[in-house]
């Protein structure tokens, strides 16, 4: 077996086990409603985490297009829901924003 090869193996089995224990260890036991409550916010913060910092940089010297663009997926997503019309109405907005100047 190749270096390259083994190291690849390594690296999956070195992030694969702790990504298992915790399903292995917990599988039988309930967490409490805390608990479970705030891990329910995880993806939507990790995501928020990793896309924010995005869209602020996207448009260099009009943060405020970039702002009122997220402005516009927030509360329509949040009275309607959904991920289509959120990111295609902020893409429009935000192309009507810079075309208006």
């Known amino acids: 077996?190749?270096?390259?090869?083994?190291?690849?193996?390594?690296?999956?089995?070195?992030?694969?086990?702790?990504?298992?224990?915790?399903?292995?260890?917990?599988?039988?036991?309930?967490?409490?409603?805390?608990?479970s409550d705030v891990l329910l916010?995880?993806?939507?913060?990790?995501?928020?985490a990793l896309v924010i910092p995005g869209v602020f940089s996207s448009i260099p010297g009009k943060p405020?297009?970039?702002?009122?663009?997220?402005l516009f997926a927030i509360i329509y997503s949040w009275f309607k829901g959904g991920i289509i019309i959120p990111v295609l109405g902020s893409i429009f907005t935000v192309f009507l924003m810079l075309s208006l100047g």
């Open 41 to 48: 916010f995880i993806p939507a913060t990790a995501l928020g």
């Open 1 to 35: 077996m190749s270096k390259i090869m083994l190291l690849i193996l390594g690296m999956t089995l070195v992030t694969y086990i702790p990504r298992l224990l915790p399903f292995t260890i917990m599988a039988d036991k309930k967490l409490p409603k805390f608990i």
């Open 64 to 70: 405020v297009v970039a702002f009122i663009g997220i």
